[in-house]
């Protein structure tokens, strides 16, 4: 009577939980809290996810219910729990089933950094990993950079070749251990280990020396590569200026700002000052670059970031960080080693091959990259997180939806920052940051990375999106692709929508936006260079219901790196060719009389001077207009200065401009900026203005939300001044922030475009 009164009172589930839940230690929490609860069954990991078949009473299997989206292993992600009752399952106890021959798992993981409890153990001298330079965990260490195939298991992965020894397998198959699965698991017995090298071939495999003549070598001002999760970092002194100067020489990197690692944050205190919410991103497990304000007086060297008070700083992410950074006692510079726009180096021999003139000396070890992977920029404006390179930590990064394509869709991104989009079921998964396309060893590190993604999701796509633009290389991947598969579709997506639809993709709107796409420059729909473009749009079209005025872009590429072209451009749109030549300001004397004539008559006659509307350029030509005349040393530096400089002004003056046919016509600007001595004043009402003209538009659209999207919008002084004034209109508006808000984004739109029109 009382048995049968017991098992009437329990209950059988099957549970199905979809997200990330594989490969992040989710089977042995399910298993734990299973037991906890006195629940029988079992769990394990299937084609969509973690199945979990439970038996007990129905409070418990409420409260396991409760505690298993409460108490979730801190890389988890739970996206769906689909529960129905099942016949009862007559199992005694609760175990974790090894999952089916057939199984690929949904998704695949961003490298993580390492995690306290590992941290703990390193520094603890009785622990058998102390200072063990490749310490992990299930919540911690290298996952993507070393994935060779799904699904994740120590056999597909570059840990293949490291045979476990007995400590490390016991506590790979007790799931009561923090390592239970931890697939890169390994100690000084059985893993990977350190060495030296040098140029001319000398090599030191003692761990303890190797790291030594590493941190001697640093001290002593040399620039060294060390070996990360994802590839190479070159590394010397931040303290040290002729280190630094040799570093940027070498590299040929005149003045793009270098990102500085600190053994802690209190070090990092002593640089920069920081809000509460810049500090959180910093210790944030994804342990990203983050561009804070740097002090004015410190013991860094001012080479790090010339011409700007911001400065990008991270926290060790590998535990070989730790010990150099331990050894060193100095904060760091480390940059990605790669030369100028080719993708970050994974491989010692090519550090030697590439860069014999940057680095004679280096730290590596024998576990290889198979995937390489940056590290991550973002940066904080006053109510927002900005994501400038989405890669470790944060990609390969995955959005569900609730809606299911029927189709495979492929996206190939634009021309710079290039990622990879793939879209799947109720999945849009992105790539992380490939680099811009414009070297060989780019298109290769493109098609490599495209290859990988493709054979790790058995991924044969029936759509392919690419950027409309007809030079880019990765629109001729995407039309040779769709060539050679036949029956594939090809999509073509204008860049400026995608730049809108990727904003709409990470808040899976669907409705009509009023989309601001202000960016470098994009192909647009009427052969012109599109990039300050405002669109009533959704997922399905777009209508351009503003631009700004086109200016001529004088020799075109050229004028990209040469801002004093784009102001002596706009010179030409307001001025006689005489008036301009009796000017006395810093642009005009930047050229010779002939030189502007040569120009003048280029620009009268339309040759090699395309027509831009993009709000980038026009960056670039207020910037030269205030009197900087230099070459840019990087994409994006006036942006930046101009940023640096506003900040000084607590102008709220606007210049003039007005709106005409849905034109934006900025002209009487020109002749006020010549007029202002303050480049200050110049930079802070140029920001007044471009958030007055993005008020002023809206109010003709009251009843849609805003999308703000492009490369422009990383401008955290612009982002900060616009979104306050809409949260204190109440307007409603949305911004990129865990997806890439430049170019890197341009992948998710083309896909989430192709998602929401793919029909089943
Ligand atoms: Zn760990
Ligand atoms: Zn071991």
Redesign the pocket.
Known sequence: MQLLAESSSKKSYRIVIEGVVQGVGFRPFVFQLAKEYGLCGYVTNSGSGVVVAVEGTPEHIDSFLVMLQQKKPPLARIDKIEKESTSPLNLENFSIVDSLKSTVSTMLLADMS??N??LEEMQDKENRRYNYPFI??T???PRYSIIKNLPYDRKMSSMDSFAMCEKCQEEYHNPND?RYHAQPISCYECGPSLKYVTLSGEEEHDQKKALEKIATLIKAGEVVAIKGVGGFHIVCDATNSEAVRSLRENKHRPTKPLAVMFKSLQAIKKVASMSKKEETLILSKERPITIVKKREHTTLSHLIAPNIDRIGVFLPYTPLHVLLLKKVKVPLVATSANLSGEPIIVDEKEIFQKMPFVVEHLLTYDREIVNACDDSVVQESKHHTITLRMARGYAPFSLYYKQKTAKKILAFGANQKVTIALAFENNILLSPHIGDIDSISSSEYFQKTLETLQRVYKFEPDIVVCDKHPKYETSRFARAYVDEHAGVELVELQHHYAHALSCMAEYSLDEDVLAFCFDGTGYGDDGKLWGGEVFVANTKKYERVYHFKELALLGGEVAIKEPRRVGLSMLFASFSLETILQMDSPLVNAFKESEIRTLYSMYERGINSPQSSSVGRLFDGVYALSGFTQSLGYEGESGLILESLSEKSKSKAIFKYFLQEGVVEYAPMIAEILEEPSKEKIAKKFMNTLVHMILTIAEKYPELPLVLSGGVFQNRVLVSMLTQKLREKKRAYYIPSSVAINDGGIALGQAYFAFKNSKG
């Open positions: 390492l995690c409890d590992c992990n965990c919540n911690c260490g923090r």
